[in-house]
């Protein structure tokens, strides 16, 4: 092992929990997230020297997983059409007998949100980070990324009452009522 | 019941402290085996792109060539597997059937052999082609020396940095001390010669040239006269005569100076008169005559 990947991994061991997170979350019902984190890691070994902060680690490999996906979609697009046609078709490829039922269903609920917003979602709720990164990272405004927040917590709410009260799939929230 | 706030927050809740499914090893060991990976094909690449290199890839092909001759050899010759275990006699009476095999086949009019020899004519063809330009080697060309040139030594910087000051420093002199142009014509060389200017006249080395003194620097016309008659260039009898530079050409009485002159006229009428041969563009003629009316030729 080169002393360039000593590194690289020694940057990214405390923060494999936080980004493996994100890219389940974000792949949900698309493709295997272990591919998006392979694509994302190797990407980023490769641009590991321009990389000014270690501090910024976890934001550059978002910053690069968000690229990626966004290059795939474009592709995507292009052959199959958009991702909201098809989503209701997929099948959850990163079932878990071991993840919690009810985060598979808000995984499946963030899965049926425009790419932007489920985004947004993932990175603010799930990965905990600020909006102000989440600008940077989405090269947009700070205004923008809070309506897709609001926006997208509205669409994630009904989604997920519709599904509880049709009855096809009952999400266990720990005894409360959704 | 539509879902709540509270109740979308712990569903986030219950989403950021879910372990994650691929372990830390899973994802170390996959990102470095595609490390490992991509530089292989990185190396891969080079390596063959270092292969593909001209004088290489044209070596290749040529062994690659050579072989597959071998080969068809190999292939077209009847009992190619048993030669090298033949005796010499019975080399002798392979070659004996061979021989009339061929004829028989040539008698025949059988074109699969010709065909073969065609090709392998081909390639050898393209064989003699190609190594050539595989072993083409940039060609030392000797540095060709000039030829049928005539070198002319011209005066060095030091000694023309000498004589423009000398003229410098008399000319300026003729000029305040002159009351008119005539007078300063007539009298352009002081009287006053500096300790240096005579040293430097009398440091000439050259034996050939004059010792261009006082009396001979004061009466320039003369000085190139009395030269010209010790060089036999003009006939002291002859009362007329005349002299003229025009292109770096020295000319005496229409005759070109020849060349054995050309050096030390050149510096004498630089030295004397300020005239510069070297220059293209100067131009200078001179004609003398001191003889009695009517005695002149032509």
Redesign the interface.
């Known amino acids: 092992?080169t002393n360039k990947?000593k590194e690289f991994?020694k940057l990214?061991?405390p923060v494999?929990?936080d980004f493996?997170?994100f890219c389940?979350?974000r792949v949900f019902g698309d493709m295997d997230?272990?591919d998006l984190?392979?694509e994302t890691?190797?990407k980023a070994?490769e641009k590991f020297d321009t990389l000014r902060s270690k501090e910024a680690f976890l934001h550059f490999l978002f910053g690069i997983s968000v690229r990626v996906l966004a290059n795939n979609h474009r592709k995507k697009k292009a052959v199959v059409g958009t991702f909201e046609a098809i989503s209701p078709k997929l099948e959850d490829t990163?079932a878990?007998t071991?993840?919690?039922t009810?985060?598979h269903f808000?995984?499946k609920a963030l899965a049926e949100l425009p790419e932007v917003q489920r985004e947004a979602i993932i990175l603010f709720?799930?990965t905990?980070f600020s909006i102000k990164e989440i600008a940077v990272l989405q090269e947009s405004s700070e205004t923008s990324v809070k309506q897709r927040l609001r926006r997208g917590?509205l669409k994630?709410?009904?989604i997920?009452?519709f599904n509880?009260?049709d009855g096809q799939s009952e999400?266990n929230?720990?005894g409360?009522?959704? | 019941?539509?879902?709540?706030?509270n109740?979308?927050?712990?569903?986030?809740q219950?989403?950021?402290e879910?372990?994650?499914?691929?372990d830390?090893q899973e994802?170390?060991r996959?990102?470095?085996a595609?490390?490992i990976a991509?530089s292989g094909g990185v190396l891969a690449t080079k390596s063959l792109v270092g292969l593909f290199k001209l004088k290489t890839f044209l070596a290749i092909s040529g062994v690659v060539v050579a072989t597959t001759t071998a080969v068809v050899l190999n292939q077209s010759s009847p009992e190619g597997g048993n030669e090298t275990t033949a005796t010499p006699v019975a080399m002798e009476e392979e070659a004996d059937e061979q021989r009339d095999e061929i004829v028989r086949h040539r008698m025949v009019g059988d074109t699969v052999r010709q065909a073969v020899d065609t090709s392998l004519q081909l390639i050898i063809e393209e064989l003699e082609v190609v190594i050539p330009i595989a072993a083409e080697e940039p060609e030392i060309v000797p540095a060709k020396e000039p030829k049928g040139l005539i070198f002319i030594r011209e005066p060095s910087k030091d000694e023309k940095k000498s004589i423009k000051q000398h003229a410098l420093a008399i000319i300026p002199k003729c000029k305040s001390q002159s009351s008119s142009k005539s007078e300063c014509q007539n009298n352009w060389r002081s009287d006053e010669y500096s300790e240096a200017e005579e040293e430097y006249y009398a440091s000439e080395k050259d034996l050939s040239y004059p010792n261009l003194g006082k009396k001979e620097l004061k009466k320039p016309y003369k000085t190139l006269r009395q030269e010209l008659i010790k060089d036999r260039l003009i006939d002291e009898d002859r009362c007329c005569w005349q002299m003229s530079i025009k292109k770096q050409k020295i000319r005496v009485n229409n005759d070109r100076l020849p060349d054995v002159f050309y050096e030390k006229y050149a510096r004498l009428l630089d030295d004397l008169l300020d005239v510069d041969v070297y220059d293209n563009d100067s131009y200078w003629n001179w004609t003398s005559c001191h003889c009695q009316e009517n005695d002149c030729e032509g």
């Open positions: 092992m990947q991994l990214y061991e494999h929990a493996e997170r389940r979350a997230f272990r984190m392979n890691l190797m070994f990163n878990n071991e993840s919690k009810e985060v808000l995984h709720e799930i905990g917590r994630l709410r009904a997920l009452t509880s009260s999400p929230t720990g409360k009522t959704l | 019941m539509s879902l709540t706030n109740e979308l927050d712990h569903l986030f219950e989403a950021r879910e372990q994650p499914i691929a830390y994802t170390t996959a990102f470095l595609a490390t991509i």
